[in-house]
């Protein structure tokens, strides 16, 4: 998926909801498996918190964050 076509893609209710309660799943859901993914993994295992600031930051301003 090219940077457009993420930032035209609108976030579903539910990928933020998952976001929230575990934040690589609210990624998966909305970018599928890709190096955003991982990153959400990493710092969700690190702790809940960044993983879940990081996951609502890609799905809510994708344009920002240049991770594909």
Not at 31 to 42: C, E, K, Y
Not at 55 to 66: G, N, R, S, T, Y
């Amino acid at each position: 998926m090219t940077r457009q076509q993420i930032a035209e893609r609108p976030v579903s209710l539910w990928a933020i909801l998952a976001a929230l309660l575990l934040p690589p799943l609210g990624v998966f859901i909305q970018r599928g498996i890709t190096p955003a993914f991982w990153i959400s993994v990493l710092l969700t295992l690190v702790a809940w918190l960044p993983g879940a600031i990081f996951a609502l930051a890609l799905l809510l301003v994708p344009e920002k964050i240049p991770v594909r």
